[in-house]
């Protein structure tokens, strides 16, 4: 019995080792293995044409029809032609030109947050960053969650299913949701093939009914005449109706979405043969083109659908419950091209919907690692894709729930994620423009920056369940950040060690004897200073006038940053003494990652000598973890012990 017991242990032992092995598959190269349409290619990867990444960044954009006329004809009324004539206005002459301009500042697929990060620095910078992250993050699930919940209703509403799912909308939602995780844990391969044959179909399918319904429009006046007396009576004048399509527009803003996505695919874009990689002007042209035909296709799409389902569907057939909530075109290709096209209609919608959902998950798993790893504030395990897949859907899951599958109920904190995305692009390329010295420009886009933040601030306040739903997951972020950036804070921190050759000579003249350093906080560097200093350091540890000994001195960059790459200079003060001097983020790791670095070279233990600081040491942990620097020698000796478990090897640490 003894026997099988411990059978069974090992066995159970050896299953949760694979377990874990596979959660954590490519752990270690995480940044060669981005899954998803915004991975950075291989070099040795050509590129595809810019027609297809347009596809690619398509699935999510173009399949905002499945429910945008909706959204508008159940926020708009009869007005939803000319509020969507209002969009496709600003879409074209606000958040094109701005895209455009992104592509060109931003190339390599960091959008308009690189663009922004660049401006700020320190801590400030970084809580910015993470805000944008928990916006894009709102997008980004929002996208997923709307996405499976419309595919949902397009499923429930087809007469093939005569209702049997009627009720059953949230469950429905969470299989889909939990099949698109189940893509990601099995792992997903972005096929650009796939993208362009679902929206070509999808598409197509489009026009025919967009046709076939405008030509119904067409044969029967009436209707018309009917809508034009329904605007008349309902708004009176042309300008009131101009100005109350204005008022609406906010809430339309679900047809902005894609342009971020547009800009973040831009690695996926074939260049010119002579393309560099600080400047890649093929890719950005493509982007250019992508963008621009992304948007005009898009646009005519939305008026026409936005025309035809407002003249040929009853309104209350928008309301939730009604056979046209969140998949107004999908009623009329039933009602005029029959159940069987109708059919082929809802699952060339469901499937384009449930790819947008990938799509977005895809985004996530790339865009966070892009930053929270470069901040020290993701655990190790985030930089593996399955996990991080596991926490995205079960997150979806809580929307999902809270929103019981609801398309327009998660219309408002799509649109703010959206809306605060496009915002700070106008803000970051009216800065790029000034910056520039283009007056003309910084004008044009200031003019731009504030439609979007007056178009952000209404639906804000139309529909504030939004920004709340972007606060939770900005409070979150923040919070798991620093949660993981205070648990990961003795790690080493430094990626590579450099010596100068003069701190080279330094170290290696030191070779032969007892390696001694001494840790010194610049000031006056003067005399008095290195002479007080060196007394001190021998008689509180009671060292020999003969022993050898060099000053390390380390001075705190930006101590936001987290890892970062060491250079030793060395140098010769008042003619007799030797210091090293290093800039780091951190003192306590940079001193830690430069013993080890002079141990390996010498193949002896370094030691090094501090005094103890003055104080409350919880005031100086607050003091390294968000200064860099603090209760230097404890921290020190902790980072070694961590990046050294054992003893004999590790480099010694004196304080006095």
Not at 208 to 224: G, I, M, Q
Not at 376 to 384: D, I, L, N, S, V
Request: glycine letters at 8%.
């Amino acid at each position: 019995m003894a026997s099988s017991a411990r059978a069974g242990t090992d066995a159970g032992g050896r299953m949760r080792r694979r377990l874990r092995a596979w959660m954590l598959e490519g752990l270690a190269d995480m940044a060669k293995q981005q899954p998803g349409p915004h991975a950075q290619l291989p070099p040795e990867h050509p590129g595809r044409p810019w027609w297809k990444v347009m596809c690619l960044t398509g699935v999510d954009y173009f399949s905002t029809l499945g429910y945008q006329p909706g959204i508008a004809a159940l926020a708009a009324g009869v007005l939803s032609p000319i509020a969507t004539l209002v969009l496709v206005l600003v879409t074209v002459t606000c958040a094109l030109p701005v895209y455009r301009r992104v592509a060109a500042e931003s190339p390599h697929g960091m959008g308009s947050i690189a663009m922004l990060e660049r401006l700020l620095s320190f801590w400030q910078g970084k809580l910015f960053v993470l805000a944008l992250l928990g916006f894009a993050a709102t997008d980004f699930l929002i996208t997923i969650t709307l996405s499976a919940a419309d595919a949902t209703a397009h499923l429930v509403e087809n007469p093939n299913v005569d209702g049997a799912l009627r009720g059953h909308e949230v469950p429905v939602t969470l299989v889909l949701i939990a099949l698109l995780g189940a893509v990601f844990l099995k792992g997903f391969t972005e096929a650009i093939g796939l993208a362009v044959a679902l929206v070509g179909i999808y598409l197509t399918l489009n026009l025919v009914v967009v046709v076939v319904a405008l030509e119904h429009v067409l044969t029967h006046p009436t209707v018309v005449s009917d809508w034009t007396r329904a605007l008349t009576a309902e708004h009176g004048n042309p300008l009131v109706m101009i100005g109350l399509a204005l008022i609406v527009f906010p809430k339309l803003a679900l047809g902005l979405s894609g342009f971020e996505t547009g800009v973040a695919v831009m690695p996926h874009i074939e260049g010119d043969p002579g393309d560099t990689e600080e400047r890649p002007v093929g890719r950005i042209r493509g982007a250019r083109k992508l963008l621009t035909t992304a948007a005009l296709i898009m646009c005519v799409f939305l008026i026409a659908s936005s025309f035809v389902t407002t003249l040929l569907i009853p309104h209350h057939e928008f309301e939730p419950g009604g056979r046209a909530s969140g998949r107004a075109l999908a009623y009329l290709a039933h009602e005029y091209l029959g159940n069987g096209f109708g059919t082929v209609y809802d699952i060339s919608t469901i499937v384009i919907l449930w790819f947008a959902g990938a799509s977005a998950m895809a985004g996530l798993l790339n865009l966070m690692p892009r930053y929270l790893p470069r901040y020290g504030m993701a655990p190790h395990w985030a930089r593996a894709v399955r996990p991080t897949v596991l926490v995205f859907t079960l997150v979806a899951f809580l929307v999902t729930w809270i929103f019981r599958a609801n398309v327009d109920a998660q219309g408002g904190a799509y649109a703010t994620g959206v809306l605060v995305l496009i915002s700070s692009a106008a803000i970051a390329v009216t800065i790029a423009a000034h910056r520039a010295g283009q007056r003309h420009w910084t004008v044009a886009f200031a003019v731009m920056a504030a439609v979007f933040v007056y178009t952000t601030g209404a639906n804000v306040v139309e529909r504030p369940d939004g920004v709340k739903i972007g606060a939770c997951f900005i409070a979150g972020i923040v919070g798991l950040s620093l949660m993981s950036r205070a648990a990961r804070a003795f790690e080493l921190r430094v990626s590579h060690v450099e010596l100068d050759p003069l701190a080279e000579r330094f170290v290696r003249d030191m070779a032969h004897r007892t390696i001694r350093f001494i840790a010194n906080e610049p000031d006056r560097r003067d005399l008095a200073e290195y002479r007080d200093k060196l007394q001190q350091i021998r008689a509180d540890n009671d060292l020999p006038p003969e022993e050898d000994l060099i000053f390390v001195e380390v001075t705190v960059s930006d101590p936001s940053e987290f890892e970062t790459e060491l250079r030793v200079c060395g140098e010769v003060l008042h003619g007799r003494y030797r210091v090293l001097t290093l800039v780091s983020s951190s003192v306590p790791n940079a001193l830690a990652a430069m013993l080890l670095h002079v141990r390996d070279l010498t193949g002896q233990r370094p030691h090094i000598y501090f005094e103890w600081t003055e104080g409350n040491p919880i005031a100086h942990f607050l003091r390294f973890f968000l200064f860099g620097h603090g209760e230097v020698a404890p921290v020190t000796r902790e980072v070694l012990r961590e990046a050294e478990p054992d003893r004999a090897r590790r480099p010694h640490v004196h304080v006095g």
